[in-house]
């Protein structure tokens, strides 16, 4: 079945410094959403990326869709302790089905 | 917009007790929600579709009998443990989406610890 990898698994950053996570699908997407999950919390929608090579930001986050529409990355400028939790990306399969990659835990030294 | 709502947001019970979590879409109708069960620091797997109307649709190796899912309205839908065992306890979520390949909306999600 369609697979969705994340890496890396976790990053501890200093404040300031950037952030980068990274995912990958076995098959060609539609389209390709991040949710961030605060610790103790629920995953919320940050975004979602539809057309090839598409990159969008909101504010110190850029998000990049693959040309193949097979992988994306999200990239945090000058991260915040507010940057803490957990980030997902995930594609749609079956309809409206979501597969979530393992998800990437981001925590900010201050 | 895209509100839902989970309820409890946490259950501490016995062992062989049933447990019902419900969820709620409260500004907008969702014939489709999802339920997911999430590990610590692991992430969401998708446990079963639930469809208003019909039956749920359950991912390979989610027993039906053990987890009961109803979706009697278009902005409510109940997730049933049934004789909850401690390898039950987990971190539940629900989501609904406003349609097909839309973003999905999350609940507040629901600790269940079974003693």
């Known amino acids: 079945g369609q697979q969705v990898m994340q890496i890396p698994q976790y990053q501890h950053v200093q404040e300031g410094e950037d952030f980068t996570t990274y995912c990958n699908s076995s098959?060609?997407?539609?389209?390709i959403q991040w949710y961030k999950q605060r610790p103790g919390g629920h995953p919320v929608f940050l975004i979602q990326?539809?057309?090839?090579?598409e990159v969008k930001k909101q504010k110190r986050l850029t998000f990049q869709f693959g040309e193949a529409k097979k992988n994306s990355s999200l990239h945090i400028t000058a991260t915040q302790t507010t940057d803490v939790g957990t980030y997902f990306c995930?594609?749609?399969?079956?309809?409206?089905?979501?597969?979530f990659g393992a998800g990437t835990i981001l925590r900010v030294k201050s | 917009g895209a509100v839902v709502s989970q309820h409890p947001s946490w259950v501490i019970c016995k062992s062989g007790t049933s447990v019902k979590i419900e969820c709620r879409s409260l500004?907008?109708?969702?014939?489709?929600m999802f339920w997911y069960r999430q590990f610590p620091k692991q992430s969401l797997m998708l446990m079963a579709t639930?469809?208003?109307?019909?039956?749920?649709?359950?991912e390979q190796g989610v027993e039906k009998d053990k987890f009961l899912i109803n979706h009697a309205s278009l902005t409510l839908s109940t997730l049933t443990v049934t004789s909850a065992h401690p390898e039950d306890s987990s971190f539940y979520i629900c989501?609904?989406?406003?349609?097909?390949?839309?973003?999905?909306?999350f609940g507040d999600g629901t600790r269940l610890s079974i003693l």
């Open positions: 989501s609904a989406t406003l349609g097909v390949l839309r973003p999905q909306h």
């Open positions: 990326l539809v057309k090839s090579g």
């Open positions: 639930s469809n208003e109307g019909s039956k749920a649709t359950y």
């Open positions: 098959t060609t997407l539609s389209n």
């Open positions: 500004d907008f109708q969702a014939t489709t």
């Open positions: 995930a594609g749609p399969t079956n309809g409206n089905k979501l597969v």
